[in-house]
């Protein structure tokens, strides 16, 4: 059974940098062919695909956002970390990490975290 | 980037009766090596996070009730809800996976009429 679990903190002053780290269970990142994504969603907004880090750290970021982005992983832990430098009001939003479906081609997500609010406010 | 639209922005239907949904991709979608259409459709209930309902365009998840299916080729794409239930309200998001940066739409909010 595939589980994640979003924490960090839910304020973070402007110009600040934001962790996440995304805690999963039932895959590993050292297994081939496995990724997990991370979205946010201001809130009453659509949803904004981020970045997504691969078991062989091909990394992939949204290049709107990639020079503030970086993403790690501690397989020992199962945890999957972004980071996100200069932190501003707009990247208010509920940040989600989710398991992308293993095979050739998906970049899709089946399974996600319930999701962590950041406030962005000083 | 490709950019994912969706119509309409909201939509009111009885229970029972049919719900579609449209999303326009502003390029095509399919992968000429495979022949697959790279869309993914989701389904957001209040205060919960996505849930993938279809794949490959028309591929229902497992576990999907068979009334959400998916249709669509090249850059226009349809989620239809054959017989609309009181537990579908929510907003539904397209994706486009065939290219990175992976994209959705701007949601369609679905409602009981």
């Known amino acids: 059974q595939i589980t994640l679990k979003e924490s960090g903190p839910t304020l973070v002053k402007p110009t600040q940098t934001l962790t996440l780290t995304c805690t999963f269970s039932g895959f590993s990142l050292s297994t081939s062919g496995v990724g997990v994504g991370w979205i946010r969603q201001p809130p009453g907004k659509a949803l904004e695909w981020l970045a997504l880090?691969?078991?062989?750290?091909?990394?992939r970021y949204s290049p709107s956002l990639k020079s503030r982005l970086t993403l790690t992983k501690d397989t020992s832990k199962n945890q999957a970390v972004l980071t996100m430098t200069n932190m501003d009001p707009l990247d208010t939003a509920t940040y989600y990490c989710a398991h992308r479906r293993r095979g050739e081609g998906y970049k899709i997500f089946d399974y996600w975290g319930q999701g962590t609010l950041v406030t962005v406010s000083s | 980037d490709i950019v994912m639209t969706q119509s309409p922005d909201s939509l009111a239907v009885s229970l029972g009766e049919r719900a579609t949904i449209n999303c326009k991709s502003s390029q095509s979608l399919l992968y000429s090596s495979n022949n697959k259409l790279y869309l993914a459709w989701y389904q957001q209930k209040p205060g919960q996070p996505p849930n993938l309902l279809i794949y490959w365009a028309s591929t229902r998840e497992s576990g999907v009730p068979d009334r959400f299916s998916g249709s669509g080729s090249g850059t226009d794409f349809t989620l239809t809800i054959s017989s609309l239930q009181a537990e579908d309200v929510a907003v539904y998001y397209c994706q486009q996976y065939y290219s990175t940066p992976i994209t959705f739409g701007q949601g369609t909010r679905l409602e009981i009429k």
């Open positions: 880090i691969y078991w062989d750290d091909d990394n």
